[in-house]
Structure formats: C-alpha cells, structure tokens
C-alpha cells in the first residue's frame, strides 16, 4: 500500500472517529481510537465503555471508485423524498446489507441506545 493510500485510509478512520466522538459526547477521545494502519482487528477501536453505547465493530473503507453503483442508489433513493435514503442489497448467496448516510446511521445508533447515555 502507497503512502498517499495509508494517508488517505487514516483520514478516513479519523473521520468515522470524530462523528462518533460528536454524536456520542458522553465518551472522551480515549474511548474512541483510530488504529494503526496495517494493525489487524477494528479500524476504530472502542474502550468497554464506548462498547456500550456502540456495539459494532467498524471496518472502514474510502474508494476513490468501484462504488459508483452504491451512490447511484442512493440518489434514486433521495428522489423518492420520503425520508433518508436508505440501499438495501444484497448479491446471490449472501446476506443482506443496508446502505445508508453515516449521519442518518449514527442517529439511529445514538437512539436505540438512549438509556444507556
């Protein structure tokens, strides 16, 4: 992997922690780490405490293409203006995946665990 690759996949880690760090203020940056490139395990990783509130394990990914389909949809998705846009998908002989905006998917997160903040 170039540099300007590994550059750009840690600004991207760094990106997915800020949002998450922003939506869930109640955890400090040490509860939220961007990992090492190359490091094996979760691009972001999460203290006991962040698991709490965030249960999932982040893999993060920024393609410069090879996912134009994936914005295609969900421009089709936006003109339906009928709430945010969300992709579900789902190729032969796999499970279903669910697109959505990382702003819209952390809202929900954030909701399904109110009790816990």
């Given at each position: 992997?170039?540099?300007?690759?590994?550059?750009?996949?840690?600004?991207?880690?760094?990106?997915?922690?800020?949002?998450?760090?922003?939506?869930?203020?109640?955890?400090?940056?040490?509860?939220?780490?961007?990992?090492?490139?190359?490091?094996?395990?979760?691009?972001?990783?999460?203290?006991?405490?962040?698991q709490?509130?965030?249960?999932?394990?982040?893999?993060?990914?920024r393609?410069?293409?090879?996912?134009?389909?994936?914005?295609?949809?969900?421009?089709?998705?936006?003109?339906?203006?009928?709430?945010?846009?969300?992709?579900?998908?789902?190729?032969?002989?796999?499970?279903?995946?669910?697109?959505?905006?990382?702003?819209?998917?952390?809202?929900?997160?954030?909701?399904?665990?109110?009790?816990?903040?």
């Amino acid at each position: 992997m170039t540099r300007a690759a590994k550059a750009k996949g840690r600004l991207g880690q760094q990106e997915i922690r800020d949002a998450l760090l922003k939506t869930f203020n109640h955890l400090e940056p040490d509860d939220v780490k961007s990992t090492v490139m190359g490091d094996t395990g979760a691009d972001i990783q999460l203290s006991p405490l962040a698991q709490k509130s965030i249960p999932i394990s982040i893999e993060v990914k920024r393609r410069k293409t090879g996912l134009k389909t994936v914005y295609t949809w969900m421009d089709q998705a936006t003109n339906h203006d009928k709430g945010p846009p969300v992709v579900f998908y789902r190729s032969d002989r796999q499970p279903w995946l669910v697109v959505s905006e990382l702003d819209h998917y952390l809202e929900l997160l954030k909701g399904s665990k109110k009790d816990d903040n």
